[in-house]
């Protein structure tokens, strides 16, 4: 139900870009959120962003590099990541749910309470 591209290799302090797009035409009403997983680590959750995009969230560890945006009309949303490093080498999944204001409390939410996921793009950034 969601696809994420845009993954691949990248030096210390590139950019990459991710999406995550769906056929579903209820796309517009559930939030969507980005999280990563390196080997023998739990799932970690990066942004997350609103059904109408009024809503965005992130962690501390990509404040500030890390940028969410939704496109509605191409059931996409994307994420820029920029000053890149080796730390947030890891595969990046984006999922969605229908819960309401599940991205007002990212922090404390659980990669649980999302009910669809993508299949996940591998993002490498050497040092």
């Known amino acids: 139900e969601l696809v994420e591209s845009g993954g691949g290799l990248v030096q210390t302090g590139g950019s990459l870009r991710l999406s995550c797009t769906s056929l579903d035409p209820t796309f517009e009403d559930y939030s969507i959120a980005w999280f990563r997983q390196v080997p023998g680590k739990g799932r970690e959750g990066i942004s997350c962003?609103?059904?109408?995009?009024?809503?965005?969230s992130y962690s501390d560890a990509v404040k500030g590099r890390f940028f969410i945006t939704r496109d509605n009309a191409e059931k996409t949303v994307s994420l820029q990541m920029n000053s890149l490093k080796p730390e947030d080498t890891a595969v990046y999944y984006c999922?969605?749910?229908?819960?309401?204001?599940?991205?007002?409390?990212?922090?404390?939410?659980?990669?649980?309470?999302?009910?669809?996921w993508g299949q996940g793009t591998q993002v490498t950034v050497s040092s």
């Open positions: 962003i609103s059904e109408k995009a009024e809503v965005t």
């Open positions: 999922a969605g749910d229908y819960t309401p204001r599940i991205c007002s409390r990212f922090a404390d939410s659980h990669y649980r309470e999302y009910s669809s």
